[in-house]
C-alpha cells in the first residue's frame, strides 16, 4: 500500500497520511493563518484527552492523559523538560515557520484483544523507547509521548501512545533546522519502515526473554 495524503477531518489538526502499517498514523501539524495551530496547542489538546481547561493560556493542571513524559537531546536545556515550556519556546522561536510539530501515534489493539500478548505498560516502553533510539538520537529533536486508553473515559478506539515531535532540532542554543525528512510527507514511509522493524525486534526479544524463563524454571 502506497502512501497517501487525506484532508484534515474535523477536529484533528493535521493532513493524515496513511500508509502499509494500519496500526501507524503519521502527520504534520502546520501553522494556520488565524494562529489555530500552533506547537503548544499540539500538545495541549494531546495532554488532556478529557477535562480540558479552556485555552491553553490557562494554567496547566495534571494532565488527563494515562501517562506522558518528555524526552530531550543531549546537550538540550533541562528547562525545556517540561510539554508547556518546550512547545512555548519552539512557538516563540518560531518566526512565522509553517511546520510545527510531527505526530507519530502507534496503537496496540492487542492490549485489549490479546493482554497475554502485551500490557499497557510494555505498549507504553516499546513506543517510548523507539522514540528515543530512532527519532531523538537520530534527528536530535525533542520528543512529547503522551498515552491514551480511550476505554478508561468510556469511549472507543484501542490504546494509544502518540509521539510529538517539535519540527526542528533542539540544541543547547536553541531550535535549529528543520529535521528533514522527518518532518515532510515523506517521514511517513520513513515511520512505517522504523516501526515495523521495530516491532519485530522487540517480539524477537520477548521470546527469548520467555524462552530463557522457561528453562530456568525447568531447572528450579
Not at 546537550?75 to 522561536?93: H, N, V
Not at 476505554?151 to 533542539?170: D, M, N, S, Y
Not at 528533514?180 to 520513513?190: F, H, Q, S, V
Amino acid at each position: 500500500m502506497a502512501t497517501k495524503k487525506h484532508k484534515a477531518p474535523p477536529g484533528l489538526d493535521y493532513a493524515p497520511i496513511t500508509g502499509p502499517t494500519s496500526t501507524l498514523g503519521f502527520g504534520v501539524v502546520q501553522a494556520t493563518k488565524g494562529d489555530e495551530n500552533s506547537a503548544t496547542s499540539a500538545a495541549f489538546r494531546r495532554l488532556y484527552p478529557v477535562l480540558r481547561p479552556d485555552h491553553p493560556n490557562a494554567p496547566w493542571l495534571q494532565p488527563t492523559c494515562f501517562r506522558h513524559d518528555v524526552l530531550l537531546p543531549p546537550g538540550a536545556s533541562d528547562e525545556l523538560w517540561c510539554a508547556r515550556r518546550l512547545t512555548q519556546a519552539y512557538d516563540e522561536q518560531g518566526f512565522s515557520l509553517k511546520d510545527l510539530v510531527v505526530v507519530v501515534t502507534m496503537r496496540f489493539p492487542e492490549v485489549e484483544l490479546r493482554p497475554q500478548v502485551m500490557r499497557l505498560h510494555e505498549a507504553w516502553e516499546m513506543a517510548r523507547s523507539f522514540a528515543i533510539d530512532r527519532l531523538v538520537r537520530i534527528y536530535g529533536t525533542a520528543a512529547i509521548c503522551i498515552m491514551h486508553v480511550p476505554a478508561r473515559a468510556a469511549r472507543p478506539g484501542p490504546p494509544h501512545v502518540h509521539i510529538l515531535v517539535p519540527a526542528r532540532e533542539l540544541l543547547p542554543s536553541g531550535f535549529g533546522k528543520f529535521a528533514r525528512p522527518l518532518a515532510t510527507d515523506e517521514g511517513r514511509e520513513i515511520m512505517d519502515i522504523e516501526w515495523e522493524a521495530w516491532r519485530t525486534r522487540a517480539g524477537s526479544l520477548k521470546d527469548a526473554d520467555q524462552t530463557a524463563c522457561s528453562g530456568l524454571q525447568e531447572r528450579a
